[in-house]
């Protein structure tokens, strides 16, 4: 089975922190994606990598950088958190071949005070 | 770019009946794919079915089918026989053909539950 995990399901940070969320595949997929989720506006993309440190900004990219040095792991950092950024991050990961099927993980809800 | 839109933000069913979800996108492209999937309260978002648009035939993997409208650019999800299991948020997805990396836009989602 495909195996997407996230390092945190719940993390509570402060206004101006750094964060990290890390994501791990272990399927050898080429891509990962970062989304974020909020009620009413379903998912949207943050971000994605097609390859090692390879990246491409999605819908909503502002705030938010990534970093993806091995092909298994994409993380997802905020610079310096910001309320507005309280919400549901999920990580994905998929094959570059179709159909190009994307396997998610758990989420981390992300809380900034 | 692309749109997806469910107009269902809820909808209910009691067990062992059928529900339709509603899906509507807007795209300039002529190969694509749409997918239905299913995040379940507090666990993690799995595919429920895939279509792809060059084939005419609806998809279907046991209980859930779909209909795709290419014309009317329209994708619902049909559930048979719903189960309580299928309490969950359903979300519709498009993802283009050629270099988009897979790349997915998702709808609001549909919350559905499912009675006993």
């Known amino acids: 089975d495909v195996k997407v995990t996230q390092s945190s399901r719940y993390l509570v940070k402060r206004t101006g922190e750094k964060v990290f969320l890390e994501c791990v595949q272990d399927?050898?997929?080429?891509?990962m994606f970062w989304y974020r989720q909020d009620p009413g506006l379903g998912l949207r993309l943050i971000y994605f990598?097609?390859?090692?440190?390879?990246?491409e900004k999605g819908d909503i990219p502002e705030g938010y950088s990534v970093s993806r040095e091995k092909k298994e792991r994409f993380s997802l950092i905020l610079e310096s958190a910001s309320t507005n950024q309280t919400s549901m991050y999920l990580c994905?990961?998929?094959?570059?071949?179709?159909?190009?099927?994307?396997?998610f993980g758990p989420g981390t809800r992300l809380t900034v005070t | 770019a692309q749109t997806v839109t469910q107009s269902q933000p809820e909808m209910s069913v009691q067990e062992a009946e059928t529900v339709t979800l509603s899906c509507t996108y807007d795209?300039?492209?002529?190969?694509?794919?749409l997918f239905w999937y299913k995040q379940p309260p507090s666990r993690q978002m799995i595919l429920v079915i895939r279509?792809?648009?060059?084939?005419?035939q609806n998809a279907t993997e046991n209980r859930f089918s779909v209909n795709f409208q290419k014309a009317a650019k329209s994708f619902s999800l049909k559930i048979s026989d719903s189960q309580l299991g299928d309490t969950a948020m359903y979300f519709c997805?498009?993802?283009?053909?050629?270099?988009?990396?897979?790349?997915?836009?998702f709808g609001q989602g549909t919350i559905l539950t499912v009675h006993p």
């Open positions: 994905a990961s998929s094959f570059e071949s179709y159909p190009r099927e994307q396997y």
């Open positions: 399927m050898d997929h080429e891509n």
């Open positions: 990598s097609y390859d090692v440190k390879m990246k």
């Open positions: 795209t300039s492209e002529s190969n694509y794919y």
């Open positions: 279509q792809e648009a060059y084939k005419q």
């Open positions: 997805a498009f993802m283009g053909g050629g270099t988009s990396y897979g790349k997915l836009t």
